[in-house]
């Protein structure tokens, strides 16, 4: 099973290092199986720690093509490379408090759509995050925290008509949310997505259990196959 979870990771990686005209970029599809594995040994411990040794980095220096640019919070314990048990060079980060999508943010995943050619990009928010219960708890907030937390508070509205825990529900319609703002977003991510050059999908990270929950219906059915 190793063998083979490594002669993917292998082929997904040697399509995009090597760039090569003849050799076809891994799909959306390959690239979600791909994490999803890297998740499942995450949550059984099982690390394969691709792509750390000294000899891979310097490769990387000649240009970088991740697998997929990931949109998650800045919470110290929800770490893509970890979580997705991917190394240098595989995965675009753009980390804010809540996962949220301001300007900064969608620069720089237009950066690597655009530029870099990443066909994936993945909204993932987590169980108990500090910015949707401040969301939640409402109130004034100090200092810049507001500016964060104003985004949030749509999704904290739509879940209070929803049976459940209220921070959970908020995490995941945050999620939503977003993911929709990006697919959305004119001019470059809303083309991209039209044209089949690039899948949006949400997911929920469990602080709990360390699994990954796809949230799309069409996600879920492609990190199967
Ligand atoms: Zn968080």
Not at 79 to 87: H, N, S, V
Request: proline fraction near 3%; aromatic fraction near 4%; charged fraction near 20%.
């Amino acid at each position: 099973m190793k063998k083979f979870c490594l002669t993917i990771l292998a082929l997904v990686a040697a399509a995009f290092y090597l760039n090569a005209k003849d050799i076809q970029q891994p799909t959306a599809a390959t690239i979600l199986a791909a994490l999803k594995e890297g998740n499942q040994r995450h949550v059984g411990a099982h690390y394969f720690h691709p792509h750390e040794t000294a000899k891979y980095r310097q490769e990387l220096s000649a240009g970088q093509h991740p697998l997929a640019s990931i949109l998650s919070c800045a919470d110290s314990r929800v770490a893509p490379e970890i979580i997705f048990d991917q190394g240098l060079g595989d995965l675009f980060d753009v980390r804010v408090a809540g996962n949220v999508a301001g300007d900064d943010e969608i620069a720089s995943l237009e950066y690597a759509a655009e530029h870099l050619h990443t066909p994936v990009i993945v909204v993932m928010g987590h169980q108990k995050c500090g910015a949707v219960s401040a969301a939640v708890e409402g109130g004034e907030a100090a200092g810049h925290l507001s500016a964060l937390i104003k985004p949030i508070s749509s999704a904290v509205q739509k879940a209070k008509h929803l049976q459940g825990d209220l921070v959970e529900n908020s995490v995941r319609i945050n999620v939503e949310n977003v993911v929709e703002e990006l697919r959305t977003s004119k001019p470059v991510l809303s083309e991209l997505v039209a044209q089949g050059k690039l899948s949006i999908v949400g997911a929920i990270y469990s602080l709990d259990t360390g699994k990954v929950t796809w949230l799309s219906e069409s996600a879920s059915q492609t990190a199967k196959n």
